[in-house]
């Protein structure tokens, strides 16, 4: 069993900087890979940036990779994204999820665990 508890979303102008932060606890997800992902109205979810917890397979959806960094606290059981230049498009709800790591990478794993979701807003 995994559980992810999210937080550190809000209300930022643009080009403005955000960290949201994702407490991972459990057993057996040293394997796993981790992501966040966001979904903005009307819109598909959409993978944002991933990473194993051992820290291989990098990845960033090309939409955010000058501006987000994905990170892993291995002593604190924490995962992070560090958004930088924030523009009105990356308005979303934003999920950290733990899963199986495919061959496609972090962007193609199959995510079983998700965490509740936090709000970022980005007004012009």
């Known amino acids: 069993q995994v559980q992810l508890v999210e937080s550190g979303g809000g209300l930022v102008q643009t080009g403005g900087s955000l960290r949201l932060s994702c407490a991972v606890s459990?057993?057996?997800?040293?394997?796993?890979?981790m992501g966040w992902l966001r979904q903005a109205p009307g819109k598909e979810r959409e993978f944002v940036a991933g990473?194993?917890?051992?820290?291989?397979?990098?990845d960033y959806a090309d939409s955010v990779k000058d501006r987000i960094t994905i990170s892993i606290d291995i002593t604190k059981n924490m995962l992070y994204l560090q958004m930088n230049r924030l523009k009105p498009e990356d308005t979303a709800v934003y999920y950290c999820?733990?899963?199986?790591?495919?061959?496609?990478?972090?962007?193609?794993?199959?995510?079983?665990?998700w965490g509740q979701g936090t709000q970022v807003t980005v007004s012009s």
């Open positions: 999820a733990a899963g199986l790591l495919t061959t496609w990478g972090t962007r193609g794993s199959i995510y079983k665990y």
């Open positions: 990473v194993t917890w051992s820290g291989t397979n990098l």
């Open positions: 459990g057993r057996s997800f040293g394997s796993f890979a």
